[in-house]
Structure formats: structure tokens, C-alpha cells
């Protein structure tokens, strides 16, 4: 069964330190698929990026990064300079050739001033 | 324009009452979902509708039903409400061309609370 493990329950910095966040997937598909989603305060889920099996490169979009290692099997989420508006709670996700996502149990991120 | 959306965003109610959650998506996609969302954050997929028709029907009590009168709707009916069911639920969409591989976009989310 396809599993996904966010090892770190809480993480707090203050404003302008980096921060990355642990996902490890467990499946035995040679095909699936790796998201990230975010959820603020304000309680919505926003998807933040996907990547499939095959694309072992590296993400960066503005503050966000993406690592993706399938010899570890895992997909970790560095947040470069963190800022208050960052406080939120992470979810990694696993997609499969079923219609379903298997997320992970998400990390609370929280960026004092 | 709000792409996945959810009526209402939060439901009171009593214990034994049925009450409905309502969800549409102006996305065109062609595959709709419930999760619930427990109150350790835990996200968890009930059902999911592919066309209208039903593929995916988790472990979940027969008091939950879902409705899908077109691709773009999609309701959560839920009977004799339980304590247990306090939850968000949240509806999501896709379009699905592989499964897995397709972004599901979610609503806002419907805090549920049996008093």
C-alpha cells in the first residue's frame, strides 16, 4: 500500500530563516505522481506543485524549491527566507494510477516576526 | 471567479439531523471528489465521481451518500449524524486524463459540527 510519511509534525523559525519540510513516499508503482498543497489559517487547500515518477530535476519557483530524490524516496519543500505569511500547514501527496491521493499527515509551519 | 466552490462554508447542526453539502466546479473537469479532513488535519479521500459515475467509494458508514446530477456538481448527503462526523469536508475536481497524475483543486472547505 502506497504511503506517505511527514516525519515532522511542528516547525517554527522566525521571519527571513529558511525552512524544509520532509516527505518520504512509500510504492511499489514505477509511475506516480508527488504533490505538494498548502493550508493556511484560513483553513482552503492550495495546490502548490506536482511532479511525476520520471523528473528527478529540481523546482524553484520565487521562495519555493523543490527536492526530488528517488533513491531516498523523498520530496522535500525548502521555503528560502521564510515570512509570516508562510505560517501554514503542508501536506505532501502521493497520486497513483487510481483517482485517489494519499496525503501525508502535514506540517505545521509556523514564521515569527 | 471562485473555480471549486462549497455551500455552506460552515454547518451546525444536531445529532440524528441529515443535512446536505453542496459543491460545484466551473473548471470543465470531469472528476469530482470528498475528502474529509479530521481534527488532527488527517485528509482523508471518501468518494469520487468520473463522469457521473461512481469510482471510487472508500470505507465510509452507508449514511454518507453522494450525488452527481452533472460533471459539474457534486453534493454529500449525510444521514443520522453522528459526533464523529465533526469534520471539514472538502470537495475537489480534476481533470482527469491519468489518473493520479491530474492536480485535484480544492474548495474552501465545510466545517461540519454535531452538537
Known amino acids: 500500500a502506497q504511503k506517505v510519511t511527514q516525519a515532522q509534525t511542528e516547525i517554527s523559525v522566525v521571519e527571513k530563516e529558511d525552512v524544509t519540510l520532509d516527505c518520504v513516499y512509500e510504492t511499489r508503482d514505477t509511475t506516480y505522481y508527488l504533490f505538494w498543497y498548502k493550508q493556511p489559517p484560513s483553513g482552503e487547500l492550495v495546490f502548490l506543485i506536482r511532479r511525476n515518477s520520471f523528473d528527478e530535476q529540481n523546482e524553484i519557483s520565487g521562495r519555493y524549491s523543490w527536492n526530488f530524490q528517488k533513491s531516498t524516496s523523498s520530496f522535500n519543500f525548502t521555503i528560502t527566507a521564510s515570512q509570516v505569511v508562510d505560517s501554514a500547514v503542508y501536506f505532501c501527496a502521493l497520486g497513483l494510477n487510481d ?15 | ?38 481534527s488532527k488535519k488527517f485528509l482523508k479521500i471518501m468518494f469520487s465521481y ?46 482527469v486524463q491519468r489518473p493520479g497524475a491530474d492536480t485535484q483543486y480544492f474548495g474552501p472547505g465545510t466545517r461540519l459540527t454535531v452538537l
Open chain 1, 99 to 113: 483517482y485517489k491521493l494519499s496525503f501525508g499527515a502535514g506540517t505545521t509551519v509556523t514564521v515569527r516576526a
Open chain 2, 1 to 38: 471567479d471562485t473555480a471549486v466552490s462549497q455551500t455552506p462554508k460552515y454547518l451546525v447542526t444536531q445529532m440524528g439531523n441529515d443535512k446536505s453539502i453542496k459543491c460545484e466546479q466551473n473548471l470543465g473537469h470531469d472528476t469530482m471528489y470528498w475528502y474529509k479532513q479530521d
Open chain 2, 50 to 95: 468520473n463522469n457521473k459515475e461512481l469510482i471510487i467509494n472508500e470505507t465510509v458508514p452507508n449514511r454518507f451518500s453522494p450525488k452527481s446530477p452533472d460533471k459539474a456538481h457534486l453534493n454529500l448527503h449525510i444521514n443520522s449524524l453522528e459526533l464523529g462526523d465533526s469534520a471539514v469536508y472538502f470537495c475537489a475536481s480534476s481533470q
